[in-house]
């Protein structure tokens, strides 16, 4: 959830300070950046060692970050302006 979270406002962060016009490549940069960080970080700072199916569980963090930040945020965005209308 943090990953996500965290994906989805740098993600809009960007897209309002650089005004990118792709933002599913920029999600998925994004993605990828946080979804190998946030893991890797944990790890590390508690001290475990890195196995196989941490592995396994980084490449499904980056996959799953990445759909949620994409189809969560513009999902509530439409949801929100057709509420409000």
Do not use: R
Request: with cysteine.
């Amino acid at each position: 959830m943090i990953c996500s979270v965290t994906t989805g406002l740098i993600v809009e962060a960007i897209k309002k300070t650089f005004g990118a016009k792709t933002p599913t490549i920029t999600a998925a940069i994004v993605s990828g950046v946080v979804g190998i960080a946030v893991p890797i970080g944990y790890l590390v700072i508690g001290g475990i060692s890195i196995t196989a199916q941490d592995i396994v569980y980084i490449v499904a963090m980056v996959v799953l970050t990445w759909l949620c930040s994409t189809l969560g945020y513009d999902t509530v965005k439409t949801a929100y302006s057709q509420i409000k209308k």
